[in-house]
């Protein structure tokens, strides 16, 4: 689903992330060759990119559910697979700028994945 970008800020490990008008927002990553955006580090840039549109897989997401958006486990489920997602790429783009094979820097991202810090994450949610 479309939505509009509103504004950026950086996430814990420093990358940039794009708020988006729906209240999701969507990690913008300058590395590349995975993601070539140069202009991330320019904040004339980012300012120029306010208003662009851009995917927000969150919103297809809950448009495509079959269970209900407000369900007491989603943002739990949400919560790792970003934590997963992010620990995967860290994995893989640290290991791909050591030198690693495209397989070992796969088994690099798989194991980030398999160790996550289930607690880690359980902490930083709200209680509710
Ligand atoms: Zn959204």
């Not at 950026?8 to 990690?27: N, P, Q, T, Y």
Request: net charge negative.
């Amino acid at each position: 689903m479309k939505r509009n970008i509103t504004g950026f800020h950086r996430d814990r490990l420093g990358d940039w992330v794009a708020d988006l008008d729906c209240g999701h927002s969507r990690h913008m990553r300058h590395n590349p060759p995975l993601a070539n955006r140069p202009w991330l580090n320019s904040e004339t840039e980012r300012i120029r990119m306010l208003g662009v549109e851009l995917d927000c897989q969150t919103c297809d997401d809950l448009a495509a559910a079959r269970v209900p958006a407000n369900h007491p486990g989603r943002r739990i489920a949400e919560a790792v697979r970003g934590e997963a997602l992010r620990a995967a790429v860290e994995a893989y783009q640290h290991a791909k700028m050591s030198g690693l094979c495209q397989e070992g820097a796969w088994d690099l991202a798989l194991d980030a994945i398999k160790h996550l810090d289930l607690d880690s994450i359980l902490d930083r949610l709200p209680e509710s």
